[in-house]
């Protein structure tokens, strides 16, 4: 089937440890998306690429960083400079950045730092 | 400043009942897209409907459709006959040409029986 797989579903990190959330894409999408979503509150941009070894910061950059070396795959890191990285991460894809394409989501993975 | 305003936190509506959501946006484009997303409490983020900016009328898609007021830049979600399965979060998002997604705050629905 194709989709948007995140993983793990479920992340726990110790303070000052760098962790990397890993989303594949199997739809031959161009962009790709990552957000934060914390309780109760709206989704915010974290990163986002239109084409492979490309890559813009999003609303909320600072504290994670991101490659996209292949189409299928944009793993975001969050490294121990994020101050509070407890929330719940989606990562996202759309065939274009034009205005029509809907973007498709992963299941998300909750992170939670111990 | 905001790109995207949904100012009712929580709404609740009676089963069978209609509900609207409400929706308002920011952009000094002409040309644009506007997203109606639904979360429920499993996390998963499901689209449901697409307006863009060009198009004269109102998207519908089942039981969802969008009142657009491109004047008052406003871009409403209209339920009809609400059911307990469309208890969930509901998001309005904004694509500019050539951009990213934006997303707003939020509203969470609760139908009652």
């Known amino acids: 089937d194709g989709g948007i797989t995140q993983s793990p579903k479920y992340l726990f990190r110790k303070e000052g440890q760098n962790v990397t959330l890993s989303c594949e894409q199997n739809?031959?999408?161009?962009?790709m998306y990552w957000y934060r979503q914390d309780p109760g509150q709206g989704l915010r941009l974290i990163y986002y690429?239109?084409?492979?070894?490309?890559?813009q910061k999003g609303d909320i950059a600072e504290g994670y960083s991101v490659s996209r070396e292949k189409k299928e795959s944009f793993p975001l890191t969050v490294t121990s400079a994020q101050k509070n990285p407890t929330a719940f991460y989606l990562c996202?894809?759309?065939?274009?950045?034009?205005?029509?394409?809907?973007?498709?989501f992963g299941q998300g993975t909750r992170l939670t730092v111990v | 400043a905001q790109k995207i305003t949904q100012t009712q936190p929580g709404m609740f509506v009676q089963e069978k009942e209609a509900v609207t959501l409400d929706c308002t946006y920011d952009?000094?484009?002409?040309?644009?897209?506007l997203f109606w997303y639904k979360q429920p409490s499993s996390g998963e983020m499901i689209f449901l409907i697409y307006?863009?900016?060009?198009?004269?009328q109102n998207a519908t898609e089942g039981r969802y459709s969008l009142n657009f007021q491109k004047a008052r830049k406003s871009a409403n979600l209209v339920i009809s006959a609400s059911q307990l399965g469309d208890s969930a979060m509901y998001f309005c998002?904004?694509?500019?040409?050539?951009?990213?997604?934006?997303f707003g705050a939020g509203t969470i629905l609760r139908v009652k029986s």
């Open positions: 996202a894809s759309s065939i274009s950045l034009r205005v029509n394409t809907e973007a498709f």
């Open positions: 739809l031959n999408h161009d962009a």
């Open positions: 690429s239109q084409i492979v070894n490309d890559f």
């Open positions: 952009t000094s484009d002409q040309s644009y897209g």
């Open positions: 307006q863009g900016s060009y198009d004269e």
């Open positions: 998002a904004l694509r500019e040409y050539g951009n990213k997604l934006v």
